[in-house]
């Protein structure tokens, strides 16, 4: 029997499309292996949102050749993708796999094997369907993601993605509800939906958008959570929140991407609403859900960032309180508009931005984590065991630490106090 290793770079979409391949090569009678060990196969599924997902892409490609010089080294994901588009060669890979081509992975595989033709690729812009996957294996043993979209029609100046994911397609309807109860049955407690831009699930379909299709989730009995990754702002409007309050199975965790809290920023973004536009959106959340969850993303140092710029950002954060924030640094990715901005800040400068909106963020989180004291919440327990402690998490995506239970376990547990880093003490 061959074996077969894989190794995941960068958002849960790559992680649930690693989790496709895998199921496929376990079908075909292949072993999967830990990357640690000696494999026949390597399959690196790589990222390239930012300029630290190249490096990190680059060594685990390197480290695979290393742990085993005869085996086939396959590369795939958005490094290969953008690779490919530049006709750039990528070092120690011996075959290299676009984005729309990973569906047919085992018979690329097998047709190397016979001719050593190295790359396989299409162009991604051209690609219209969704590739549908049977039989996902998880390595994730308490939630469930489940991909339902794919592309982005949106090319924000800074971003590779909608060139490297190509246009939006989504998943056929039947298809998401087969899977999201075929996972429960298996005793998922939670399912995830996710996506490269999930809001726009349903455009290219014509009869269904995202409220639509949780409405059918919410009513599988089988389903206990549902919970949703990463929204564009647009998503969130007075019928969507009136219809989600109606949706007793959905978490109340809303991570809303905002990427700046500065208005000329957004714009050179090319984000498509404002500050106060976003704020609205988050006033609506809070009205129907007194205690969701609210996170996002947040850009420093994009190209042109004044200090002036930053303090704006920064005071309004202050201002609207979402409870986490992903902060990171830009980074310049080679094909994009911001590319060629002028006004390139300095990496120290950066650094020093994000770790002001991360010390920002930590004390938020703490103060978030807080009002669930003496609250009863619902616990959905972890692998993870810290300190004594078993973690998991609330509705909410509140962090918590819990003295009984198991992993799996999906209790009722009242918060007793929070801890230096944010995490809530339940029993």
């Known amino acids: 029997m061959k074996k077969v290793a894989f190794y995941t770079l960068g958002c849960k979409v790559n992680q649930y499309e690693t989790d496709s391949m895998r199921a496929m090569f376990c079908h075909h ?22 300029a630290m997902g190249d490096k990190k892409s680059r060594q685990i490609i390197s480290s695979a050749k290393k742990t085993n010089p005869d085996a086939i080294v396959v590369v795939t994901g958005c490094m290969a993708q953008n690779a490919l588009s530049e006709k750039k060669e990528i070092e120690y890979a011996d075959l290299v796999i676009g984005n729309a081509e990973r569906k047919n992975i085992l018979s690329i595989l097998e047709e190397y094997e016979k001719t050593h033709q190295k790359v396989f690729a299409s162009d991604i812009k051209k690609e219209t369907e969704f590739w549908e996957t049977e039989g996902i294996i998880s390595e994730d043993r308490t939630r469930a993601y489940i991909k339902i979209q794919d592309g982005c029609d949106r090319f924000c100046s800074y971003c590779i993605i909608p060139y490297v994911r190509g246009r939006v397609r989504s998943r056929n309807p039947e298809e998401v509800i087969k899977e999201a109860v075929s996972m429960a049955k298996k005793g998922f407690h939670e399912i995830v939906l996710i996506g490269i831009h999930l809001a726009s699930y349903g455009k290219d379909l014509g009869n269904i958008s995202l409220i639509e299709i949780l409405e059918q989730l919410n009513a599988q009995e089988e389903i206990q959570r549902i919970r949703l990754g990463s929204l564009e702002p647009s998503f969130i409007t007075e019928n969507t929140i009136v219809r989600l309050s109606a949706l007793e199975k959905v978490c109340k965790h809303f991570h809303l991407s905002l990427q700046s809290g500065c208005d000329t920023v957004l714009q050179r973004m090319n984000r498509r609403y404002t500050t106060a536009e976003f704020e609205e959106k988050v006033n609506l959340i809070r009205s129907a859900f007194p205690l969701a969850s609210i996170t996002t993303d947040i850009i420093v140092g994009f190209p042109g960032e004044t200090e002036e710029e930053f303090e704006t950002t920064y005071s309004y954060l202050e201002k609207i309180r979402l409870n986490k924030m992903h902060v990171f640094p830009y980074s310049k990715r080679e094909g994009t508009v911001a590319a060629k901005m002028a ?8 650094k020093k931005r994000a770790e002001r909106l991360i010390t920002l963020s930590e004390k938020n989180e703490k103060a978030f984590a807080e009002q669930f004291v003496g609250k009863e919440v ?25 003295k009984e239970g198991s992993r799996g376990d999906v209790l009722m547990m009242r918060g007793k106090k929070v801890f230096s ?6 029993e």
Do not use: H, M, W
């Open 29 to 50: 009678g292949f072993e999967a292996v830990d990357f640690s060990e000696l494999a026949d196969v390597y399959v690196i599924n790589t990222c390239t949102v930012t």
């Open 343 to 350: 006004g390139q800040v300095s990496r120290q400068l950066k």
């Open 378 to 402: 619902e616990v959905l327990l972890e692998d993870r065991v810290k300190e004594g402690y078993r973690e998991g998490y609330t509705q909410e995506y509140v962090t918590v630490r819990a």
């Open 421 to 426: 880093d944010g995490s809530l003490l339940v």
